[in-house]
């Protein structure tokens, strides 16, 4: 008997550890917006949100730049208030409830002037494959989210030759904090990607990927998806199509 009492409390604690961690991603706190109520705010509107640090961008002048997800979309926070000290803290599953304005610039949605709390509660956001919705009106829906772009082609650059430009111009230079952009077609459309220099800089396999690569390359993509006059996916991993 008191080894089945053992197993049902064991069992029972493993349920509880699944539930509240499903709770923790599914619930949101009293006074939080949705990811639905969020997305109908009006712009300039404030919004309180609570999501999960993906990847950090930068950090300067007590002000920081973190794309973050829930387990229903994603919230790109532009310059929010953080020091250095929380800005170390802020690693990828870190639970946050931000307090700031629903901004756009360019198409990009985010929030600005922001503050935040950190909170209790882990989650990693899977991957999205929308290599279907590019050119597409729903791609938008994903805006910001972690996603993947698979079986991409390279493609030339504006003078038919380049596999990539550093700056969108060319006119940055190899270790002038440049990004570097690049285009990649699939079922014959051609789109524009970019690695993000304080994202992704020199040091990371991401950079150092798209710099080796060659027109008529195959490879599969990965990163957020940045929004600037249309999409602008912030690249941070590339790999031969498998």
């Known amino acids: ?13 493993v349920f509880c550890f699944a539930a509240c961690g499903k709770e923790d991603t599914d619930v949101k706190s009293e006074g ?9 705010a009006e712009l300039d509107s404030q919004v309180v949100v609570e999501t999960y640090v993906q990847a950090k961008q930068s950090w300067w002048d007590n002000k920081a730049t973190v794309y973050t997800q829930d387990k229903d979309g994603a919230y790109f926070l532009y310059n929010m208030s953080c020091s250095e000290a929380d800005y170390e803290k802020l690693t990828p599953g870190t639970k946050i409830k931000v307090t700031g304005y629903k901004s756009e610039w360019s198409g990009e ?14 989650y990693i956001a899977p991957v999205t494959d929308v290599t279907a919705l590019l050119g597409k009106d729903e ?11 698979k079986g991409m082609t390279i493609e030339a650059m504006d003078d038919g030759v380049s596999p990539f430009y ?8 190899p270790g002038t904090d ?11 459309e051609t789109y524009s990607f970019v690695v993000e220099y304080y994202l992704c800089n020199e040091t990371t396999e991401a950079y150092q990927a798209v710099t080796a690569l060659q027109v008529g390359d195959k490879v599969d993509l990965e990163g957020f998806l940045y929004w600037y006059n249309g999409s602008q996916p912030h690249i941070t991993a590339v790999s031969p199509a498998k």
């Not at 949605?109 to 209790?120: L, P, Q, S």
């Not at 550093?166 to 230079?173: A, H, I, L, M, P």
């Open 32 to 40: 939080v917006m949705t990811y639905a109520e969020y997305a109908a």
């Open 178 to 188: 440049a990004d570097l952009y690049f285009n990649a077609s699939v079922n014959g």
């Open 1 to 13: 008997m008191k080894k089945w009492i053992a197993l049902f409390l064991a069992l029972t604690m």
């Open 109 to 122: 949605v985010e929030i600005i002037d922001a503050t935040f709390e950190i909170e209790d509660g882990n």
């Open 139 to 149: 791609l938008a829906e994903h805006q910001n989210q972690f996603v993947s772009f």
């Open 166 to 173: 550093y700056s969108w111009d060319n006119s940055g230079q």
